[in-house]
């Protein structure tokens, strides 16, 4: 506090018990939250695997792409809050296959094979929520700009493992008869992918 109030350092809370005045981070508070509980449903968790969920959760919320560097954004790599947390992105631990069960007596490898299947039930329903929550999603009659070559996105793709994003650079916007951009062709460390623009969400580009 000291450190604060020599810089002139002033801090704004908001008021107890109401958790709207946080705005954004409040509500993708609460959405973790809410698919956190049901990807745990009704599984017995232990006090340290209960604890590697709720980390692996962190890991999964701090990776998330939240800007790309638009100097050079042919570089398909975007900055994540793990940048400002840690100086770097994280690091998936290896998962294994299972699903949420009830039966207390689970061997070693069992019961791994449960808190992995929990953290891939919450990144698969996460992560289209926040893919959703980058495309604006407007009535027909409104128009929106198209996508433009250059321009960086996050492809969505099904059965993508945790905390792996595929970024890329749109390359060719591809124009149907009525003008408007339905196709993209778009590159990835992956190689070059066609697909239609509800598969791709354009991230926000911050100018350095």
């Not at 020599?6 to 959405?31: D, M, N, Y």
């Not at 770097?88 to 699903?99: E, R």
């Amino acid at each position: 506090m000291s450190y604060a109030a020599t810089k002139g350092i002033t801090f704004q809370f908001i008021p107890p018990r109401a958790p709207h005045f946080g705005g954004l981070w409040e509500a993708a508070v609460k959405s973790a939250k809410g698919l956190l509980l049901k990807a745990i449903g009704s599984a017995k968790l232990r006090q340290d695997e209960l604890a590697t969920v709720l980390v692996e959760v962190e890991a999964i919320l701090n990776s998330r792409p939240i800007v790309v560097d638009g100097a050079n954004p042919n570089d398909g790599e975007a900055i994540t809050p793990a940048h400002l947390l840690v100086g770097g992105t994280l690091v998936p631990l290896p998962t294994g296959s299972g699903q949420p069960v009830r039966d207390d007596r689970l061997t070693y490898l069992q019961r791994w094979q449960l808190i992995s299947g929990i953290k891939q039930r919450f990144w698969a329903d996460w992560s289209k929520d926040y893919l959703l929550s980058l495309q604006q999603r407007q009535k027909w009659a409104v128009g929106r700009p198209d996508l433009e070559n250059g321009t960086i996105v996050l492809v969505h793709e099904d059965n993508a493992p945790p905390q792996q994003w595929m970024l890329g650079v749109v390359q060719e916007a591809i124009k149907g008869a009525d003008g408007k951009v339905r196709v993209a062709i778009v590159r990835t460390k992956a190689g070059e992918f066609k697909r239609a623009i509800h598969r791709l969400a354009p991230l926000p580009v911050e100018l350095f």
